[in-house]
């Protein structure tokens, strides 16, 4: 990624889009690095004097088992030795994405911070996560309602995270997808195989006391999960752009991605 230990901010926001990245750090009050590669785009500086670290990652767990392995080496690696540091330090990653609501009363232009994230990909099959009862209880009740062949992971949010950042958001369980397509029940020449995945997804219980499956997008499980593994604090904020049961988009998806990153910022500096 182009990127030096010294570089990096212990809290660290990100976001999909590389061109989002400036929309973030043009609130910074200093701007003391800026590099890119590939789909990275990042830049470090200050916001109301608190170090931050803001960053583009792309779309898809694919992507994020990168971003998460890489931050965490530039951390918890000694890069001169190439051995693991014997004390590790624990980064607070904040995502601020954009989302689409499969429940009728999640509204656009909400802000939505996810509690729990499942993923629908296979990336966890490739590692060894400890669930808790409820993670469980939940992966396994996705699992029978989508019948998919595998069972899906279900990782929760940093609680600290969700209680600082989360505050005053709605907050459910996020489904995190492996395609914007087909995964989505979205079409073009191609049916997908579970055409009404949203709805099915909207219509599970998740066990979890006051929490529905509320929101999809590509990358939140990804960032939970790898999270839980290397160590590290780890929160999902979405700007709903789309409901999918109603059919109503933003008029102004800018303008509530923007509220969003502006509450966030805000919240990261008290």
Known sequence: MNLKPENLASTVLT??????????????DTLTFKTSKREFNIHSG??????????STGMGTDNIEIVMNELDALVNIDLKTRREKEEKKSLSIIRIGTSGSMQSDVPV???????????????????????????????????????????PYAVGASRRLLQ??????????????????GPQGRSLRLVPAIPTIIEKLSQTETGIAGLRLTNFEMETAGYYAMGRLLGHEMLSVNAIVANRVEQVFSQDSEKVVDSLIREVLKKVAE
């Open 15 to 28: 976001v999909g889009d590389p061109e989002r990245v400036e929309k973030v750090s043009q609130y910074f």
């Open 46 to 55: 200050t916001y109301k004097g608190t170090p931050l670290t803001v960053m």
């Open 109 to 151: 232009d909400a802000h939505l911070a996810s509690a729990f994230a499942v993923g629908l990909d296979t990336l966890m099959h490739f590692y060894t996560p400890a669930y808790t009862e409820q993670e469980e209880n939940l992966r396994q009740r996705v699992a029978d309602t989508l019948q998919i062949g595998f069972t």
């Open 164 to 181: 600082k950042i989360g505050a005053n958001m709605l907050t459910g369980v996020t489904a995190t997808c492996p395609g914007f397509y």
